[in-house]
């Protein structure tokens, strides 16, 4: 059973910026496609941001120019870099593959005041 564990999140003003990171055990990390989600209150879970075995990225239209998915294979990390946080970006963010193959973990809160 994978445990992923996010961390990152926290409180911010909108326009601010964080950095969310999540390390995923195992010893395939490097060939499997990763992604970034977010749950926002009474809202179904919505993948923000994907990054496949190649480093080729997608994104949500609403976060495209803002925020930026990377990873680091020698650490089994995957980051989400988020600029100009708008309060709408509130919610909390998971990471899981890109097809949520693995449990989900307990998430990062992240709330954007306004």
């Known amino acids: 059973q994978v445990q992923l564990q996010e961390s990152g999140g926290g409180l911010v003003q909108a326009g601010g910026s964080l950095r969310l990171s999540c390390v995923v055990p195992g010893s395939i990390f490097s060939l499997i496609s990763m992604a970034w989600y977010r749950q926002a209150p009474g809202m179904q879970r919505e993948l923000v941001a994907s990054i496949d075995s190649t480093s080729r990225t997608t994104y949500a239209d609403s976060v495209k120019g803002r925020f930026t998915i990377s990873r680091d294979n020698d650490k089994n990390t995957v980051h989400l870099q988020m600029n100009s946080l708008k309060p709408e970006d509130t919610g909390v963010y998971y990471c899981?593959?890109?097809?949520?193959?693995?449990?989900w973990g307990q998430g990062t809160q992240v709330t954007v005041s306004s």
């Open positions: 899981n593959t890109a097809y949520g193959t693995y449990s």
